[in-house]
């Protein structure tokens, strides 16, 4: 088309599709107030810094000239031994979400015969499901948590049908807490049909503490349909330098290699995602630290009368409904940052211990309680 008549100018359009996604709202930083040390609660962020080791490799630096391994070869070798899988069936991407990207693009979309794929995950969940699977041309098929905050996985089996391509399934569920027990997973499993892929997203996998969690690399052993999703932005505070990675099987890896964003893993992110590996010891000991610090804010919030989900993440959920705007900004104006859903609820990060303490303050002093789930 030519643009002759300049009243109507042609403008760029971007697909369809566009108008449907929700906007990826990420998490505000605090408001400053006067006398007050402003503390961040709202994206689910490490409080503390990385390892001393990771900090020690940053400064080395790398050639900043040279592009990066585009296979990332000595993170997947050392996480091959960490985690006692191959190296082949391990895939980088640009966080977990570049490798839940790559996922999608390869089994979701819009068909020949114009019929899209559906794909089906719970919700509430990770704000950037409807994003990315969306962005793929599939349906999204959101299946409504149970009161809890729990997936709802009979639901979610009910709604597999012929179109189903992917399910997504994140335990510790982001924003509710609860996780995914081994028992009602692999009964899931077993009532999709194999064709269909199933994505554990265990961005949070560090932070459990269920006794009978799911653990998505036994999945990934057992059966061929499944993809776990891990990230180094949570446990291994890596969150600014974007590295994250699936595991699966051969007949999927082949594939994700395809489409995979070359060199998505800068030289410097691998190479501090390597060192803290190597000191995973000292990781650990930091995330105990905050599963401590959540052990407390649950049971300060329990102490008050407060029910709040099952915890298993490096956050907690404020079931507060119409009240979560008000609770957000009494919050703020004790210089907390907390992630308001509409009209829904409160996701609240484990922050620094006074953080921590000034919340559990703020919610002794508000009026209400979150509705009992
Ligand atoms: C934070 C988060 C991720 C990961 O993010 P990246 O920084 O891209 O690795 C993935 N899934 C869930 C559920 C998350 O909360």
């Keep these: 088309m030519s643009n ?13 599709v566009l108008d449907l996604l929700p906007k ?3 998490g505000k930083p605090p408001t400053a107030v006067a006398g007050l040390t402003s503390y961040k609660m709202s994206s689910n962020e490490n409080p503390l810094p990385p390892v001393p080791a990771v900090m020690d490799a940053i400064r080395e630096g790398v050639d900043y000239n040279r592009y990066p391994d585009p296979l990332a070869t000595k993170l997947r070798e050392s996480l091959a031994g960490y ?19 790559q996922i999608l693009q390869t089994f979701a979309g819009q068909n020949d015969d114009d019929v899209a794929d559906e794909v089906i995950y719970a919700w509430r969940s990770f704000e950037a499901y409807p994003i990315v699977v969306q962005t793929t041309g599939a349906d999204a098929v959101e299946i409504p948590n149970l009161p809890d905050g729990r997936h709802d996985l009979d639901a979610m089996a009910a709604a597999v049908n012929a179109q189903t391509s992917v399910v997504l ?19 899931f499993i077993n009532s999709v049909p194999a064709n269909v892929l199933i994505v554990i997203d265990e961005a949070y996998n560090e932070f459990v503490r269920l006794e009978d969690a799911v653990d998505g690399i036994k999945m990934f052993r057992k059966y061929p349909n499944v993809v776990v999703l891990r990230t180094f932005s949570k446990a291994h505070s890596l ?41 995973i010891d000292q990781v650990v000991e ?51 940052s907390v992630r308001a859903f ?8 484990i922050g620094e211990e006074e ?12 009026p209400k309680r979150p509705a009992v789930s």
């Design 342 to 349: 509409g009209n829904e609820g409160l996701r609240v990060s």
């Design 286 to 336: 930091r995330v105990q630290h905050l599963v401590d610090e959540r052990t407390r804010v649950v049971e300060g919030l329990r102490a008050i009368g407060w029910e709040v989900p099952d915890a298993q993440g490096n956050f907690i959920w404020l079931n507060f409904g119409a009240d979560t705007p008000d609770f957000a900004r009494i919050a703020d104006e004790q210089a907390l």
């Design 169 to 187: 399934l994140c335990t510790p569920n982001n924003p509710t807490g609860p996780a995914l027990t081994t028992v009602e997973v692999e009964k």
């Design 83 to 101: 985690l006692d899988v191959p190296a082949e069936d391990i895939v980088t991407g640009a966080g977990s979400l570049g490798a839940l990207t």
């Design 24 to 26: 990826y709202a990420a």
């Design 239 to 279: 969150a600014n330098l974007r590295v994250g990675y699936s595991i699966s099987h051969p007949s999927i890896t082949q594939y994700l290699r395809v489409i995979a964003t070359p060199f998505a893993v800068s030289s410097l992110a691998e190479k501090a995602a390597v060192a803290s590996i190597e000191n």
């Design 4 to 16: 002759k008549n300049p009243a109507t100018p042609v403008k760029v359009q971007p697909r369809p």
């Design 355 to 366: 953080a921590n303490t000034r919340f559990l303050e703020v919610c002794s002093n508000y």
